[in-house]
T-cell receptor, first 113, second 108 residues
Framework: EPEVTQTPSHQVTQMGQEVILRCVPI?????FYWYRQILGQKVEFLVS????????KSEIFDDQFSVERPDGSNFTLKIRSTKLEDSAMYFC???????????FGSGTRLTVV | RKEVEQDPGPFNVPEGATVAFNCTYS??????FFWYRQDCRKEPKLLMS???SGNEDGRFTAQLNRASQYISLLIRDSKLSDSATYLC?????????FGKGTRLSVIA
């Protein structure tokens, strides 16, 4: 079964440092997403990406966040200057059409110290 | 009113029991409805889509009630392996909005 792949599985970083989280969506999917889940909280939408541009973003996705699809396979989330409250599980997801459910990657656990 | 609401549980049920969860949504124009299963510290996994006419997949049945704006998930003959958190997700050609989930523990 096709998978969404995320790396790294766990990242520990110091406050103020930049991190890049990487994702390889399913190859024939066109819609890509980043969500995050703070421990014990719900899965929250960050940003959606279609046709090489951001299609929607939440109020969480402020200027310290950016996304890129640098080549035909990778989809990255960059956090420029991490804060303690950015500590969460970050999930990448993809789907082939807007009416379908997502396939999630296994997530990157980000710990900011 | 929150966009998507679920009873957090936990629902503690014996093996073999039937259990049902509901999920209410606030946007009456929503078009896409899903149930996901999430194990502790893992990613959500798509369990099933929810169609207007209702749909069944083995022991799992999903229903949509547009008039009252809720979806439901029924699990029959619960197994120990069904223990997880069940998330509903709702959308309208937009990014899905997830509920906080309902925790299910199936006890031997």
């Amino acid at each position: 079964e096709p998978e969404v792949t995320q790396t790294p599985s766990h990242q520990v970083t110091q406050m103020g440092q930049e991190v890049i989280l990487r994702c390889v969506p399913i190859s024939n999917h066109l819609y890509f997403y980043w969500y995050r889940q703070i421990l014990g909280q719900k899965v929250e939408f960050l940003v959606s990406f279609y046709n090489n541009e951001i299609s929607e973003k939440s109020e969480i996705f402020d200027d310290q966040f950016s996304v890129e699809r640098p080549d035909g396979s990778n989809f990255t989330l960059k956090i420029r200057s991490t804060k303690l409250e950015d500590s969460a599980m970050y999930f990448c997801a993809s789907r082939s059409s807007p009416g379908e459910g997502y396939t999630f990657g296994s997530g990157t656990r980000l710990t900011v110290v | 009113r929150k966009e998507v609401e679920q009873d957090p549980g936990p629902f503690n049920v014996p093996e073999g029991a039937t259990v049902a969860f509901n999920c209410t949504y606030s946007n009456s124009a929503s078009q896409s409805f899903f149930w996901y299963r999430q194990d502790c510290r893992k990613e959500p996994k798509l369990l099933m889509s929810v169609y207007s006419s209702g749909n069944e997949d083995g022991r799992f049945t999903a229903q949509l009630n547009r008039a009252s704006q809720y979806i439901s998930l029924l699990i029959r003959d619960s197994k120990l392996s069904d223990s997880a958190t069940y998330l509903c997700a709702v959308g309208l050609n937009t990014p899905l909005v997830f509920g906080k989930g309902t925790r299910l523990s199936v006890i031997a």
